[in-house]
């Protein structure tokens, strides 16, 4: 069970399948910056 837990190879590939193509690490920078900003 993944508790709605989404991890960046899992959001960049459903990007992907909505016509969004970026790089995973790209991915993974804008993921982190979400998360720091949701947190404080």
Do not use: D, E
């Not at 508790?3 to 909505?18: D, V």
């Not at 970026?22 to 949701?38: D, F, G, N, V």
Request: charged share 30%.
């Amino acid at each position: 069970m993944s508790k709605n837990r989404y991890g960046s190879p899992k959001i960049n590939k459903s990007l992907k399948a909505l016509g969004i193509t970026i790089s995973l690490k790209r991915t993974q920078r804008l993921m982190k910056k979400l998360l720091s900003t949701k947190s404080g």
